[in-house]
């Protein structure tokens, strides 16, 4: 039984939703799109001004993302390494006071029983960070009793102290693009709930219409999937500056980029030739001789994703 392949992104219903247009545009008065909007109060002008204003948030929406990743991955780069620093410090200092494990709290440190608890979340673990490294530079009466411990390990505090407010710095931006992205999402979604209402009921309103001769489907920029043992969509990730081999791919289905990062995609095995580039929410409609996609993911920090038809 045949299938109606939808996509899955703002860009991808907006092109949908022009296919449509377009063809009902051109049959005019012989639309058989006519009477299905009219008994359905559906106005297809305002569906497609939905459809491009989910896009333009879309294109916010997926930069800002990408923004945030590359901020949280350079703030746990350069972060990571301190919080390794300031747990030899406070294991360090749970040995120095023996005797009385207490005293570590004054260093900032939470110490439950005998054991120390680590916060969780950066910005607790920055705070500690900063507790420990203004009592040791301000230790009164000097010198601190940290300095023999840094200096036998080679530990600069001072360096420590940039890379954790460069990673403070970090954070800031990527939660500021995180919270930005998760607000252009909401709005994409608002517009799109439309979008996708009359995009589900037109399509198979038309392949019911045009039950006899599916291929018609194909003049509105509809896809369908009429193969023997029917198809599914898988998704995926790549890892950065990955390459990955998709197989089975459907001829005629769709492979989007759902990630925030630009893919590179070649047909075949190899990553060899000039790629068809995909930017986030793009989608190709997939070719013959592209059963097998090899796919590339162009960022170095960024986690990628996509997702594809394939052939039960």
Same mark, same amino acid.
């Given at each position: 039984?045949?299938?109606?392949?939808?996509?899955?992104?703002?860009?991808?219903?907006?092109?949908?939703?022009?296919?449509?247009k377009a063809k009902h545009?051109? $049959?005019? #008065?012989?639309?058989?799109?006519?009477?299905?909007?009219?008994?359905? *109060?559906?106005?297809?002008?305002?569906?497609?001004?939905?459809?491009?204003?989910?896009?333009?948030?879309?294109?916010?929406?997926?930069?800002?993302?990408?923004? #945030?990743?590359?901020?949280?991955?350079?703030?746990?780069?350069?972060? @990571?390494? +301190?919080?390794?620093?300031?747990?030899?410090? #406070?294991?360090?200092?749970?040995?120095?006071?023996?005797?009385?494990?207490?005293?570590? *709290?004054?260093?900032?440190?939470?110490?439950?029983?005998?054991?120390?608890?680590?916060?969780?979340?950066?910005?607790?673990?920055?705070?500690?960070? $900063?507790?420990?490294?203004?009592?040791?530079?301000?230790?009164?009466?000097?010198? &601190?009793?940290?300095?023999?411990?840094?200096?036998?390990?080679?530990?600069?505090?001072?360096?420590?102290?940039?890379?954790? $407010?460069?990673?403070?710095?970090? @954070?800031?931006?990527?939660?500021?693009?995180? @919270?930005?992205?998760?607000?252009?999402?909401?709005?994409?979604?608002?517009?799109?709930?439309?979008?996708?209402?009359?995009?589900?009921?037109?399509?198979?309103?038309?392949?019911?219409?045009?039950?006899?001769?599916?291929?018609?489907? /194909?003049?509105?920029?509809?896809? +369908?999937?009429?193969?023997?043992?029917? &198809?599914?969509?898988?998704? &995926?990730?790549?890892?950065?500056?990955?390459q990955k081999t998709a197989?089975?791919?459907?001829?005629?289905?769709?492979?989007?980029?759902?990630?925030?990062?630009?893919?590179?995609?070649?047909?075949?095995?190899?990553?060899? *030739?000039?790629?068809? +580039?995909?930017?986030?929410?793009?989608?190709?409609?997939?070719?013959? /001789?592209?059963?097998?996609?090899? +796919?590339?993911?162009? &960022?170095?920090?960024?986690? /990628?994703?996509?997702?594809?038809?394939?052939?039960?």
């Amino acid at each position: 039984m045949s299938r109606i392949i939808l996509p899955t992104t703002a860009l991808g219903w907006q092109l949908l939703i022009k296919g449509i247009k377009a063809k009902h545009v051109a $049959d005019g #008065a012989a639309s058989p799109l006519n009477v299905f909007h009219t008994e359905n *109060g559906f106005d297809i002008d305002a569906i497609e001004a939905k459809a491009v204003s989910a896009v333009a948030h879309e294109a916010i929406f997926f930069p800002a993302g990408l923004n #945030a990743e590359e901020n949280f991955a350079e703030r746990n780069k350069l972060f @990571n390494p +301190v919080f390794k620093i300031v747990k030899k410090i #406070a294991q360090f200092l749970k040995k120095l006071f023996a005797n009385n494990v207490a005293k570590v *709290g004054e260093w900032g440190v939470t110490i439950n029983g005998n054991k120390i608890a680590y916060p969780n979340g950066f910005l607790p673990k920055k705070q500690l960070f $900063d507790r420990i490294n203004t009592k040791h530079t301000t230790f009164a009466p000097p010198p &601190s009793p940290l300095v023999g411990f840094l200096t036998e390990n080679l530990i600069n505090m001072a360096q420590s102290k940039t890379d954790a $407010d460069a990673a403070e710095v970090q @954070n800031t931006s990527g939660t500021a693009n995180k @919270n930005l992205k998760e607000q252009e999402k909401e709005l994409r979604e608002n517009d799109l709930k439309d979008v996708k209402n009359y995009g589900k009921k037109a399509t198979q309103y038309l392949k019911k219409h045009h039950e006899s001769s599916p291929k018609k489907l /194909g003049q509105y920029t509809i896809r +369908v999937d009429d193969s023997p043992r029917g &198809s599914r969509r898988r998704k &995926s990730k790549i890892n950065p500056g990955a390459q990955k081999t998709a197989t089975g791919c459907l001829i005629g289905g769709l492979f989007i980029n759902d990630g925030f990062t630009e893919l590179n995609i070649f047909k075949g095995k190899l990553a060899q *030739g000039t790629p068809i +580039v995909l930017r986030p929410g793009e989608q190709f409609g997939i070719l013959e /001789g592209y059963s097998t996609i090899t +796919v590339v993911n162009t &960022s170095a920090t960024v986690k /990628g994703s996509y997702s594809f038809d394939i052939n039960l």
